[in-house]
């Protein structure tokens, strides 16, 4: 993997992405809510903490764990509480000042942030299945996502603009489907993680 162009397998990944999305429907759409809903009341506090909890479940998952992934298993991402916490927090403030920034530039500013989003969100992919699948600390595990995204970015740009694209077309109906159609972009990029990086050991 760091010696080579780590290759991008659209297709391949997206068809299994929506395969373990539709086979684990209803552990990932309520397990999914749970997150939503406790990330919103605490103001995004908990917003680490439960998208790792939702990539524990998306892994076992795919990895076909005895025993299933549950429910419940969305509070295991509190294992993770600080390394989850700062990754949400921190790139999330590196973005909002970056697009703060471009804001001040007449016509050209929103179209710039646009694209510094796609850019962090796509260098940073990998970052929470590191911390969960391989417990590194959060910097450690933002490096090792950019220095391999790096390598073929813009096909992973690709990937990212389209797992997020099918991951909030729910939005479109009034918000509301979003917890629904949410866990199908990570469930996409979970399959690309796995194939990338494999088993943790």
């Known amino acids: 993997m760091e010696n080579s162009k780590p290759i991008v397998k659209f297709g391949e990944w997206i068809e299994a992405g929506f395969s373990l999305y539709k086979e684990n429907f209803v552990v990932l759409v309520l397990a999914n809510l749970i997150a939503a809903i406790l990330s919103a009341v605490t103001l995004g506090i908990l917003a680490g903490p439960m998208f790792a909890g939702l990539i524990i479940i998306i892994l076992a998952c ?28 921190i790139w999330g403030a590196i973005s909002i000042v970056i697009t703060l920034l471009l804001n001040f530039i007449p016509c050209a500013g929103q179209v710039l942030s646009m694209f510094v989003g796609i850019i962090i969100s796509t260098i940073i992919m990998f970052g929470i299945f590191l911390i969960v ?3 590194m600390n959060f910097w450690p595990a933002s490096m090792a996502s950019i220095n391999l995204v790096k390598t073929n970015f813009f096909p992973f740009a690709g990937l990212v603009i389209v797992a997020t694209v099918l991951g909030y077309i729910g ?5 509301i489907g979003i917890i629904i159609t949410m866990p199908i972009g990570a469930c996409i990029l979970a399959v690309a993680y796995r194939n990338l990086f494999g088993k943790a050991g």
């Open 62 to 89: 795919l990895d076909k764990k005895e025993p299933k992934a549950e429910i419940g298993d969305i509070f295991k991402g509190f294992d993770f509480f600080l390394d989850s916490f700062l990754f949400v927090i």
């Open 133 to 135: 699948d391989r417990k």
């Open 171 to 175: 939005g479109l109906a009034c918000g």
